[in-house]
């Protein structure tokens, strides 16, 4: 009987599957880990803070947000979360510098320092209302190194970077050589100009020892084709 609802509900474009083995319920494992340090790269106003902290509330959250007036709302965030979750307002990437990055004024979270391709604008049409604006970016490594509070293991770490995780794991190797587990944000679809491919990142991050487990979520297109995935890559 299980088996006949089920591809009732298959045959409808629906899947059924238990709660408890859901990505958004299990995040692929990640749950059962003991995670005490997260790294929240690209965290606009907190909204993966928000979420993370609920299945780690005793874990430590390095939030990174470039944009000033987006990172004002992730600061008070973390105002309020009693010193769990810190918030830092420059970029990441694979050197020490002032960068341009172009931030979209109608849709903040998808704001990048690369910029957007026609195919990402006829997907997203929001993104052309955009403002540039110079920020200050430094790697990850360096970031760490500034910390007063110590990555203790085990460490998460999350990119949502816009086409920008190559240079972020290149300025981040000390960092992802440590990582239990890491969460990409990435684009199958070219969205933004010189971003890497999922085969570029996945061979990056094998090379710290971090293996793909799956997808959390995948965006589809209106013809059913994925544009962008968030990825889990486990020790």
């Known amino acids: 009987?299980?088996?006949?609802?089920?591809?009732?509900?298959?045959?409808?474009?629906?899947?059924?599957?238990?709660?408890?083995?859901?990505?958004?319920?299990?995040?692929?494992?990640?749950?059962?880990?003991?995670?005490?340090?997260?790294?929240?790269?690209?965290?606009?106003?907190?909204?993966?803070?928000?979420?993370?902290?609920?299945?780690?509330?005793?874990?430590?959250?390095?939030?990174?947000?470039?944009?000033?007036?987006?990172?004002?709302?992730?600061?008070?965030?973390?105002?309020?979360?009693?010193?769990?979750i810190k918030a830092f307002n420059f970029a990441l990437g694979d050197s020490e510098k002032e960068i341009e990055i172009f931030h979209h004024k109608e849709h903040s979270s998808s704001s990048s320092i690369l910029k957007t391709t026609k195919v990402c604008e006829s997907f997203y049409p929001f993104v052309k209302s955009q403002q540039t604006i110079t920020v200050h970016q430094t790697t990850l490594d360096k970031a760490v190194d500034t910390f007063n509070i110590p990555l203790i293991p085990e460490i998460l770490i999350k990119l949502d970077v816009q086409g920008y995780e190559d240079r972020v794991i290149r300025g981040g190797q000390k960092t992802f050589d440590k990582a239990k587990a890491c969460i990409l944000e990435i684009n199958l679809d070219e969205l933004y100009e010189d971003q890497h491919s999922f085969t570029d990142l996945s061979c990056s991050l094998y090379k710290h020892g971090l293996k793909y487990a799956g997808n959390l979520s995948q965006t589809f297109a209106e013809d059913g084709h994925v544009i962008f995935i968030d990825a889990v890559f486990i020790r």
């Open 1 to 84: 009987m299980k088996r006949i609802i089920k591809r009732i509900f298959n045959t409808v474009g629906f899947d059924i599957s238990k709660s408890n083995k859901s990505p958004q319920y299990s995040l692929l494992g990640l749950r059962n880990l003991p995670i005490k340090t997260i790294i929240d790269v690209g965290a606009n106003i907190g909204q993966f803070a928000k979420i993370i902290n609920r299945f780690f509330p005793e874990a430590n959250i390095f939030c990174f947000e470039p944009v000033p007036v987006v990172f004002q709302e992730l600061n008070k965030l973390a105002e309020n979360k009693n010193k769990k």
